[in-house]
C-alpha cells in the first residue's frame, strides 16, 4: 500500500493479456492477407470486365492475362505479363504497322472496308488509351478501407474467442 492505493495484481487476467498481444500478430497478419487477396478479387474482375466493355475481340488474350500475384504476406499484385498491355492502358503515339506482321490484321482492314486492303504493306495505327487496370485500382482503393477495417476487427474476435 502506497499512501493509500491499494494495488491487486490479477494473474489470470494478466496471462489473458499476454496470450492475447502474443496471439494477435500473426491472427492480424492472416485475417489481413484474407482480406488483401479479397480485395485484389475485385481489382482483377474490375480489370476484366473494363476489356469486356472494350468489346474488342483481340482483347481476350489481354483479360485472360489478367493475374493476381502474391509477392508476401501483405503484398498482392494485380497485372498481367504481356508486353502490349502498357499500350492498351495508356495507349500509343501514332505509327505504321507492316500488315503481314500483325496475325488477322489484314483480313481486319478487308472486314472494315479499308480501301486497297488486300495490297497494303503498312497501316498507320494510333490506339487510343482503354485503361482496365486503372479501373480496378479504383474500385480496390474504395474497398480498402472498409474491408481491412472489417479484417482487423474479424482479428480482434478471433483472438478473444481463444482467451475464454
Known amino acids: 500500500m502506497l499512501d493509500g492505493v491499494e494495488l491487486t495484481l490479477d494473474k489470470k487476467a494478466l496471462k489473458q493479456t499476454q496470450a492475447l498481444l502474443k496471439a494477435f500478430p500473426s491472427v492480424l497478419a492472416q485475417s489481413l492477407a484474407v482480406a488483401l487477396l479479397a480485395i485484389a478479387k475485385v481489382v482483377q474482375a474490375q480489370a476484366k470486365q473494363s476489356l469486356r466493355d472494350e468489346e474488342a475481340i483481340d482483347l481476350g488474350a489481354l483479360r485472360a492475362s489478367i493475374q493476381i500475384a ?6 498482392v499484385v ?4 504481356l508486353e502490349y498491355a502498357a499500350a492498351v ?24 472496308g479499308i480501301p486497297d486492303a488486300e495490297n497494303r504493306a503498312y497501316f498507320f495505327v494510333h490506339p487510343r488509351p482503354r485503361p482496365f487496370l486503372e479501373p480496378g485500382r479504383l474500385m480496390g482503393q474504395a474497398l480498402a478501407p472498409a474491408t481491412i477495417e472489417k479484417a482487423i476487427e474479424r482479428a480482434f474476435a478471433e483472438v478473444e474467442k481463444y482467451l475464454k
Open 78 to 81: 494485380v497485372g498481367t505479363p
Open 70 to 75: 502474391v509477392l508476401g504476406p501483405l503484398t
Open 89 to 112: 492502358e495508356f495507349g500509343t503515339v501514332g505509327h505504321y504497322v507492316k500488315v503481314d506482321d500483325a496475325p488477322g490484321m489484314r483480313e481486319w482492314l478487308v472486314r472494315h
